[in-house]
């Protein structure tokens, strides 16, 4: 009795899950293959790459992408670093250490990405340092066009990426 209560359950979801494709979907099919995967993950790690090969470069503009993709890969690398310290058997006194000096190779990138996020506003790059204002200016939508500090990022695509049919924002 379990067994075919658990087999008519799986059978009313996947067709439930069906009629919700449809509605949305209208016959395509979509579907994250393993390379679909892999080439996101590339494209994110790119924008990461970006900031940090930018990282004296305070002229200019970022978008958002750019901006919260390196806060989260961040944010991510110091999680996955102290854990792994940790369960290395690592003292926590070392791996704080360990997480200070990332912290601090990356006070350099991390300021020049955030005045280049202001400047796509159209602030000045001392917005920055005003503290739950910032927060709101760095999930704000840029300036459309160009203003005093440059073209538009979001808008201005000079190279094409080496993955067909994706554009990743690469200045020049």
Do not use: H
């Amino acid at each position: 009795m379990g067994l075919a209560f658990f087999i008519y359950l799986k059978v009313a979801l996947l067709s439930k899950l069906q009629k919700i494709k449809s509605l949305f979907f209208k016959n395509e099919t979509i579907y994250l293959s393993r390379l679909c995967l892999s080439k996101l993950k590339g494209i994110i790690m790119k924008w990461y790459f970006i900031v940090l090969k930018k990282f004296t470069q305070f002229s200019g503009r970022a978008r958002r992408n750019e901006f919260w993709v390196y806060i989260i890969i961040s944010l991510l690398i110091i999680m996955t670093m102290g854990i792994t310290l940790l369960l290395a058997g690592l003292k926590p006194q070392k791996v704080n250490l360990i997480i200070q000096m990332f912290i601090f190779l990356n006070i350099l990138p991390f300021s020049a990405v955030s005045v280049r996020r202001m400047k796509d506003l159209g602030k000045s790059g001392w917005y920055i340092l005003i503290p739950i204002y910032n927060i709101y200016l760095t999930c704000s939508e840029g300036d459309v066009g160009q203003n005093k500090y440059g073209k538009d990022p979001k808008r201005y695509i000079p190279k094409r990426s080496k993955y067909k049919n994706n554009n990743v924002y690469q200045n020049a």
